[in-house]
């Protein structure tokens, strides 16, 4: 069958293909590596009292790279925007897919408010650090943050109008500068080692760190002792890490060379990350271990005992986050601030790829006429820019969610975000035998007993996923159930108005599925 004869939005899809290998292994870093690693790691703590911030980090990353490499295989055979979407709806079904993905646009449209009211509290406390009025205004979630993560987000997407190059470009340059910083911060804090750390503390903020400790300690505050419990319980924070480590694939119709860049730029870019949530983790807890724990303890007192801040008789309290002991371990002062400013660059280059790939999304599901075709129009730069435009309304949504609590969107960021590879996994696992004649256009097709590779692999991703949606979804409450209740809803009566709208058009939906959208 020609594509001339399957009735999608349209005969081509307008985008232009301007990503190399490279951008997929920077834009791996470049979603993944935000506030999860950032401020999550520093909170694990006081969430998970006994976890060991290091094993869960690296457990999780261990047991997520199957689904990396299976998904580079798929999206190496199936390059088009849409990402693991078009396998899904080809090999389970269109409603699957449809399921998948809107699943996926939820929360990444979300990500963006987190990002917003995340950096803008971290922000808030650089000025702090800095002496710069309006930080302890920043930190607050509303109206402080709010306000800062509005800005962010209607900047954003002003210039996500621009198109891929742009995006490409900014991602580059905001990558390179934070994974620098991260890097020498990381370094320093293994040569700074325990004691000298907690002198450079005591020398950041005028204070006498062992008294701070001390009195944390006089109002409750336990060293907690190891537990597997408490490790396993906080994956919920490297699962959040890892979110977004996938951006690429959705703009697939957008990459050069997809055998190159899904197959060595993509994982190359996952065991960068890998590599980095082991080795932050591992020198901010060598160096600032004695004081993490007691400093969380009184940063969060207030919200335990109303009325109650014993830290401010020490300091202003700050947000406690890896840019605060960065600032902490080089001395306080200009180089401190500067450290910090540098690690914080990581909120603005994951901002450019989750407009993309989220509006990409979009752009898929309208081109597959499961959305209203219209969202997938695009300007003479190739951004669609209406669908850019409902991201943008989706971040602020999720701007409101995360002021109201930056805890407890994790279970729904992490169930919508990871919670539906396990169709993708069972999609791979089915490739070879359901869709032969796209699996033979595989650049990898390796057998292991007469068993192809993919579905080995899809095996297995299937059942990790499996145990990451179940995982996420036990964070959920009443209040988080009902917030996805309603994006479903909204989701579902938007497909069924779309699949009545193409019986009244006379549109065979099911040609639609049988074969790739056009690139």
């Known amino acids: 069958m020609s594509e001339e004869e399957v009735f999608f939005a349209r005969k081509a899809s307008g985008l232009v293909r301007e990503l190399t290998p490279w951008d997929a292994a920077v834009w791996a870093f470049g979603v993944a590596a935000v506030s999860g690693i950032t401020f999550y790691s520093v909170r694990l703590p006081w969430r998970f009292p006994g976890a060991d911030p290091v094993l869960s980090f690296f457990i999780v990353?261990?047991?997520?790279?199957?689904?990396?490499?299976?998904?580079?295989?798929?999206?190496?055979?199936?390059?088009?925007?849409?990402?693991?979407?078009?396998?899904?709806?080809?090999?389970l079904g269109p409603e699957v897919g449809f399921l998948t993905l809107w699943t996926m646009v939820i929360g990444w449209g979300l990500l963006i408010g987190l990002w917003g009211i995340v950096s803008g509290k971290l922000f808030g406390s650089l000025f702090v650090m800095a002496g710069i009025p309006g930080g302890e205004w920043l930190q607050t979630p509303f109206p402080g943050a709010f306000t800062w993560g509005l800005i962010f987000v209607l900047i954003f997407w002003f210039t996500s109008f621009l198109g891929i190059k742009y995006a490409k470009w900014v991602t580059r340059i905001l990558t390179y500068i934070p994974l620098a910083a991260l890097l020498?911060?990381?370094?320093?804090?293994?040569?700074?080692?325990?004691?000298?750390?907690?002198?450079?503390?005591?020398?950041?903020?005028?204070?006498?760190?062992?008294?701070?400790?001390?009195?944390?300690?006089?109002?409750?505050?336990?060293?907690?002792?190891?537990?597997?419990?408490?490790t396993i319980a906080s994956f919920v924070i490297p699962l959040w890490a890892w979110t977004g480590f996938e951006a690429i694939t959705y703009a697939g119709g957008e990459v050069k060379s997809p055998k190159s860049s899904m197959l060595y730029g993509f994982n190359g870019g996952y065991l960068l990350v890998w590599f980095m949530y082991t080795l932050i983790p591992f020198s901010l807890y060598y160096a600032f271990g004695n004081i993490i724990g007691p400093y969380n303890f009184l940063y969060h007192y207030p919200e335990i005992h109303p009325g109650e801040n014993p830290l401010s008789s020490f300091m202003?309290?700050?947000?406690?986050?890896?840019?605060?002991?960065?600032?902490?371990?080089?001395?306080?002062?200009v180089l401190g601030t500067l450290m910090a400013l540098l690690i914080l660059l990581v909120y603005l280059k994951g901002i450019p790829p989750v407009f993309v790939s989220t509006s990409r999304m979009l752009f898929a599901l309208a081109f597959d006429r499961a959305l209203p075709p219209k969202l997938s129009e695009v300007d003479s730069r190739g951004s669609p820019r209406i669908a850019v435009t409902i991201v943008a309304i989706w971040g602020i949504i999720g701007l409101i969610l995360a002021a109201l609590?930056?805890?407890?969107?994790?279970?729904?960021?992490?169930?919508?975000?990871?919670?539906?590879?396990?169709?993708?996994?069972?999609?791979?696992?089915?490739?070879?035998?359901?869709?032969?004649?796209?699996?033979?256009?595989?650049?990898?097709?390796?057998?292991?007993?007469?068993?192809?590779?993919?579905?080995?692999?899809?095996?297995?991703?299937?059942?990790?996923?499996?145990?990451?949606?179940?995982?996420s979804i036990m964070e959920f409450d009443y209040s988080m159930a009902s917030v996805m209740a309603i994006f479903y809803g909204i989701g579902f009566a938007l497909y069924a108005w779309q699949q009545y709208r193409n019986s009244k058009e006379g549109i065979d939906t099911s040609k639609i599925y049988s074969v790739l959208p056009p690139a």
């Open 61 to 91: 990353s261990a047991l997520l790279f199957p689904i990396a490499f299976t998904l580079s295989m798929l999206m190496s055979t199936m390059p088009r925007s849409g990402g693991l979407y078009v396998a899904v709806s080809r090999i």
């Open 184 to 230: 020498i911060t990381s370094a320093y804090f293994l040569i700074l080692g325990p004691q000298n750390a907690l002198t450079a503390f005591s020398k950041a903020w005028n204070i006498d760190v062992s008294k701070l400790i001390d009195t944390a300690i006089s109002l409750g505050y336990k060293n907690p002792s190891f537990s597997w419990a408490a």
């Open 316 to 333: 202003k309290p700050t947000e406690p986050s890896v840019p605060f002991f960065a600032y902490a371990a080089f001395g306080g002062g």
């Open 405 to 471: 609590s930056v805890d407890a969107i994790l279970g729904i960021l992490d169930y919508t975000m990871l919670g539906f590879f396990w169709f993708m996994g069972i999609a791979a696992m089915l490739l070879p035998f359901k869709k032969k004649e796209i699996y033979e256009t595989s650049p990898i097709r390796w057998s292991i007993g007469g068993v192809p590779l993919i579905t080995i692999l899809g095996l297995l991703s299937t059942v990790i996923g499996f145990f990451v949606a179940a995982f």
